[in-house]
């Protein structure tokens, strides 16, 4: 099994900075990664795929990047209702989710 | 727009099995090549993915459950499913399913509320 590994836990941001996630694979996943954000009660919302393609409907102030085992998903200007925690998932093997990184308001 | 709504009993004692149905809307499972997954989330914690179904009935597990999980399709109804046997505290969690976003590609774009089961006798 890929086991990802997301860091950090908890990210403490003001709204309208920078959010940076970070996301490491135990083996290279190529492009083949995911993001999702989780607000609470809710199910996953996919925001990225491929590492680095929006999904429908997803603002352009996320942004994803990275191959091989280090990614990261960008949030240039947090809005407050992008406080909620993320997961990265890889989909090269059987899928498996990183821990998920917290993005709470400092 | 497709739907996905999670559905079975949100108490299940140790050593019994958890069912859980997923009732699909908006699409036919058995009209295209998407694969529909269940995936749960212990309280508190992290993402897990247990298995993928095609409506032809081809099934992929996570292997540290496959000797435990079933998961079937019924095209009649609409609906796919999740067996899990043997359960005990630590598959208490919210079970979600979902469909993946492109046919084969083992991401999901399309998630249902998620149901969750407690194991306790």
């Known amino acids: 099994e890929i086991v990802m590994t997301q860091s950090p836990a908890t990210l403490s941001v003001s709204p309208g900075e920078r959010g940076t996630l970070s996301c490491r694979a135990s083996q290279s996943v190529s492009s083949n990664l995911a993001w999702y954000q989780q607000k609470p009660g809710q199910g996953p919302r996919l925001l990225i795929y491929g590492a680095s393609t929006r999904a429908t409907g997803i603002p352009a102030r996320f942004s994803g990047s990275g191959s091989g085992t280090e990614f990261t998903l960008t949030i240039s200007s947090l809005q407050s209702e992008d406080f909620a925690v993320y997961y990265c998932?890889?989909?090269?093997?059987?899928?498996?989710f990183g821990g998920g990184t917290k993005v709470e308001i400092k | 727009q497709l739907q996905l709504q999670e559905s079975g009993p949100g108490l299940v004692k140790p050593s019994e099995t958890l069912s859980l149905t997923c009732t699909v809307s908006g699409a036919s499972i058995s009209r295209s090549s998407h694969y529909w997954g269940w995936i749960r989330q212990p309280p508190g914690k992290g993402l897990e993915w247990i298995g993928n179904i095609h409506y032809t009935g081809s099934t992929y597990y996570k292997s540290s459950l496959k000797s435990r999980v079933t998961i079937s399709a019924d095209t009649s109804k609409n609906q796919f499913s999740l067996n899990l046997s043997s359960v005990t505290a630590t598959d208490t969690a919210v079970y979600y399913c979902?469909?993946?976003?492109?046919?084969?590609?083992?991401?999901?774009?399309?998630w249902g509320q998620g149901a969750l089961v407690t194991v306790s006798s």
């Open positions: 979902a469909r993946d976003a492109v046919p084969g590609l083992k991401y999901f774009e399309f």
């Open positions: 998932q890889q989909y090269s093997n059987w899928p498996s």
